[in-house]
């Protein structure tokens, strides 16, 4: 029979507070083997401090505390597995934004690079499958990410060419509140039927100011910024969502190296060459 430990004993033993061992008996992760019950002391067994010990690598490894209850309490060795394997994949992923910000926050520092130029162009109305929707800021990729998936399987389905490339328009509103109205289109030699998300939209004809941005969309803020200050100088700026045109993007590469988005303002040409 395992020997039996004081919450103290088994704080030290297994690099635990007790402050933390309490929180962790409250919420069901790691209960005592027994509860005095006129003082409510907490005595844990040697044969829980395995158990313990994986805990704590767990959150240094920032799991949530209902992951690794679910890590725990999994039925066989193959869900387990899976659970940890999906958490280490979400840390692969938050090292790559990471090390994506550091990358580009080492650019800023080290001074401005070069402006890309910026070009006007006129661009007729265009048929387009799209969906539209009001989202939030932070929602944004995910909500980009499925849209587009689903622009795309309908297309298929249905046999459909496009006939351009899949765009963006934004309104101002997501920018300035965080929250606004968000379209993802892609042309169309045909008006598309109406399908679940999907529905036909008619882009409007529009005087832009655009900009080309090489790479990942995690920095593409310097493009936006770039092509702001254009605008503000040559006071050619309309009300109007921002568009952005992606050349090659995620639907056509993993590779974001090789991306290359269009960012356009809406503006009132003068007739004057960027």
Not at 150 to 178: I, K, N, S, V
Not at 233 to 251: F, S
Request: proline share 6%.
């Amino acid at each position: 029979m395992p020997a039996a430990l004081a919450i103290g004993d088994f704080s030290r033993a297994t690099s635990l507070s007790i402050k933390t061992l309490r929180h962790y008996h409250r919420v069901g992760l790691l209960a005592p083997a027994q509860v005095d019950a006129d003082t409510g002391y907490r005595w844990y067994t040697t044969d829980q401090i395995p158990t313990a010990q994986v805990i704590r690598r767990f959150r240094t490894l920032d799991m949530p505390l209902e992951q690794i209850h679910a890590v725990l309490q999994a039925p066989d060795l193959a869900t387990r597995n899976e659970l940890i394997s999906a958490h280490l994949a979400s840390l692969e992923q938050n090292l790559a934004r990471t090390q994506s910000a550091v990358a580009s926050l080492r650019d800023l520092l080290a001074g401005p690079s070069p402006a890309a130029p910026v070009s006007h162009r006129q661009v007729e109305a265009v048929t387009a499958a799209a969906v539209t929707a009001h989202i939030a800021m932070s929602d944004l990729v995910p909500w980009y990410s499925g849209a587009l998936a689903e622009l795309q399987a309908t297309l298929e389905a249905q046999g459909l060419r496009t006939a351009g490339p899949t765009g963006g328009m934004f309104a101002g509103e997501l920018f300035t509140d965080e929250a606004g109205q968000a379209t993802v289109f892609v042309p169309t030699t045909i008006e598309v039927p109406r399908l679940g998300r999907v529905e036909p939209l008619l882009v409007p004809a529009a005087e832009l100011a655009v900009i080309e941005h090489p790479g990942s969309l995690a920095d593409v803020d310097r493009a936006y910024g770039s092509l702001a200050a254009y605008v503000a100088d040559h006071e050619l700026r309309l009300d109007g969502p921002i568009r952005e045109y992606y050349l090659v993007g995620r639907q056509d590469t993993a590779d974001e190296g090789q991306w290359r988005t269009e960012v356009c303002w809406p503006i009132f040409s003068t007739g004057a060459a960027a």
